[in-house]
C-alpha cells in the first residue's frame, strides 16, 4: 500500500502526522529575504497567540469555492479595473479579504486546477497540460473534507472530463444550467455539512456574451470585422497583426462583457446562499484558474502558452461567516497550491505533510512578515521539457534552458508551425516595479539578481519527495481530447 492510499483510506490522522507538519513547514518555508528584502519580521509569538485564538472558529463550517474560468484578477473593479465589470463580486471583497498578488502555478485548466485541489504543484501530480488525468493514488481537499463528515458536489461548466477528484457528486453543463442546478441542490442541501464547488467557463474564448451583457462596454460605433475567438485570434498572432486601438478595445470589451456576464451567475448563487442563511456558516472562496493574455505579448491572446503575469494573476477573495476580517487587502504574493491547507485549517483540520502549499491564515488574521513572498508557475509536458518561472513582489524571473517556444494553437485555425510562434528567451528577468506590464528583459542589467532567483527555483522545482509512488497521469480519451480541441486546447 502506498502512502497515499494509507491517507485515502485512514479515518483519523495521527499525532505522528501533525509532529510531520511542523517538521516539513518548517523545511518548506526557507527565508528568502537575500532575494527579495522585506519588511521587519513580526514577533512570532504575536502571530501565535493570534491564530490560537481562531484555531477552532470555523469547524463544521461549509466550504465553498467558485471559480471562473480564465479570469484576470486585473479585469475586477476590486483591483482597480476602471470597467464595472465585478459588482457583485466586488461587493463580496468589500465583505472578506482580497489577495492582491495570487499567481496560478500554470496557465492551462486541468493542471491549475489540480494544485487548487491537491496542494501540489505540476511536477508532483504529473498532471502538467489539459488532457492529463490525475492518477487516483493522490489524495485530494474533498477527500480530506469526507473524512470529516463533509459531503461535496461540484458543478462544472469546465474540467468535467479531468477526473472525479473524491467529490461524492459533480454534475456538467453550461453556465446557465449549472448556476440553475447549484440553486436546486443548495435548495435540498442547505441543512448538510457540505464542500461545494462551482466552476464557470466565461470568460473563456470565444468572448461571445449574451448581447445585453456585450452593448455594456463595445463601442456602438465600431465597424471593423474581428471576432474573438480561436480562428481570429490564431491568424492574429500567426501574422503578426498590428490591431488598432478601435479593434483591440472591441475584442477586450467582449471579454469583459463576458465578466459581467459570470459575475451576474455568481450573483444569483450568493442570494441564493443569503436567502438559504448560509452566510452566516460557510467559508466563501472566489478564484480563477488562469488569466487570458490579451495581446500583450507575441501578439497572442489566450493563456496556455504564457508565464507572464497576464495569464497567472488570479483573483483570490475570501470571505469568512463571521465577517469577523472585512475589507482586507493582502499584498503577500501567494499561489493557488495556497488554497487547500488555507481551507483546512479555517475548519481546524490539519493538512497532510505533503503538501506544497502553506495556509494563508497568518496573512488573513495578522501581518506575517516572514511570509516568503514567493510563486512558482511553469509551462510544459514534463520536468525535462519546460519553461519555469519564479515570482517575487519586485520580480519575475523565467527560466528555459532549452530554448523552448511554445505551440499554443492548432494549424487549421490560424496557428503557425515553427519554433518561434510564443518566443521566449533562454533568461528573462522583469522588473515588476518599473514594468508590471513585463515588456523589458532586464537579465543583463541585473545578473546577480537572475542567478540568485535561478537558484532558488531550481531548488525549489522538484518533484515532492514525500511521495515515494506519485504515478503518471492518466491520458484523456479522443472523445474528451476533441472537446479539448474546440475549446481551443492543445493536447
Known sequence: MTFMT????????SILLLILIVFFSGCMNTNTKDIEPGLEDTSQEDVE???ENISSRYPDYNIIIISIDTLRADHLGTYGYDRNTSPTIDSIAKEGIVFENTFAVVGETWPSLTSTLTSLYPVSTNVRTNGQILNDSFITLPEILKEHNYSSMAFLSNFCKAGNYGFDNKSCGRDGKITKDTLKWLDKNYDNKFFLWVHYLKPHQPYNPPEKYASLFVDSNYTGNYTADEPTFGFITKNRINLTDSDLNYIISLYDGDIRYADDQVKEVYQKLETLGLLDNSIIIITSDHGEDLYQHNYFFLHSCSIYDSSLHIPLIIRLPDKS????????????????????ELANISPPPFFEGTSLVPLIFSSDNSWEDIALSERGRNIQVSIQSIRTPKWRYVYNPKNLHPICMRNNTGGVTGKHYYPIEEEELYNIAQDPDETTNVVS???EVASSLREELLRRYKPNKLLNETGAPIEADEETKEELRALGYVV
Open 445 to 447: 542589467q541585473y545578473p
Open 325 to 344: 476580517v472585512i475589507n482586507k487587502r493582502v499584498e503577500n504574493v501567494v499561489s493557488n497550491v495556497d488554497i487547500a491547507p488555507t481551507l483546512l
Open 6 to 13: 494509507y491517507m485515502n483510506k485512514m479515518k483519523h490522522i
Open 49 to 51: 497567540n493570534v491564530l
